[in-house]
């Protein structure tokens, strides 16, 4: 069974960083696109970033409001995707989940979420 | 960016009654090769998403045969033949055919 389990949400100040972590069982996430979507209190999903299996190329893409402040990476060692947020806004403030693709044009896997707050 | 947009915003349903809800796109999610990558998830209330349907209406793997998606080009349909406890949260429909992937604002499902 593949499971994704994300970690690294915290409270952090405006203009911090955090990283998140998504590690992943059952596959290697290397081999499939995977995405990070957040969602703000009370609000609905919004997709931040997009990492491309390797196979396919390995590149990553990022929404516009988090381009250039978001970097998304992985280490095969640990089997873990990564989310690197600096210059963080309070609009960032979000439940922050890892999904992948197994299914072909489809996110069918989703992990838990982890909450990033920030404020002063 | 392709906009979706979910109608109704809010739908109180019997018990055992059915429920249908609309997207609708800002251009045509059919890609070149055909396919339309068009998926709906379901949240429950403090649970992460869930894949529901893909493609239109092919239903992910346990999911309920009440359930069922259809559609094309951009004008796209859930529904739930008879609706049951456990089905009460949000539905989202989300199109992975081009990034940035982009969500409906959602649909919450409540008993009446």
């Known amino acids: 069974e593949v499971q994704l389990v994300e970690s690294g949400g915290d409270l952090v100040k405006p203009g911090g960083s955090l990283r998140l972590s998504c590690a992943v069982s059952g596959f290697t996430f290397s081999n499939a696109w995977m995405t990070w979507v957040r969602q703000a209190p009370g609000k609905g999903l919004e997709c931040v970033g997009l990492?491309?299996?390797?196979?396919?190329?390995?590149?990553?893409h990022y929404t516009a409001p988090v381009k250039g402040r978001f970097t998304i990476s992985g280490d095969d060692s640990k089997n873990t995707l990564y989310l690197q947020m600096s210059s963080l806004k309070t609009e960032d403030t979000a439940v922050y989940y890892c999904a992948m693709s197994l299914l072909p044009g489809a996110f069918d896997i989703w992990g838990q979420g982890t909450t990033v707050t920030v404020s002063a | 960016d392709i906009v979706l947009t979910q109608t109704p915003l809010s739908s109180p349903v019997t018990l055992g009654q059915p429920a249908s809800f609309s997207c609708r796109s800002s251009?045509?999610?059919?890609?070149?090769?055909?396919?339309?990558?068009l998926t709906w998830l379901q949240q429950r209330p403090g649970q992460p998403p869930r894949l529901l349907i893909h493609?239109?209406?092919n239903r992910f793997s346990g999911v309920p045969d009440r359930f069922s998606g259809s559609g094309a080009g951009t004008d796209f349909t859930l529904k739930i033949s008879r609706v049951e406890a456990e089905d009460v949260g949000v539905y989202y429909c989300m199109q992975v055919t081009q990034f940035p992937y982009t969500f409906g604002q959602g649909t919450k499902l409540e008993i009446k």
């Open positions: 251009q045509s999610l059919e890609q070149n090769d055909g396919n339309t990558l």
């Open positions: 990492s491309i299996s390797k196979p396919d190329g390995g590149t990553t």
């Open positions: 493609r239109i209406s």
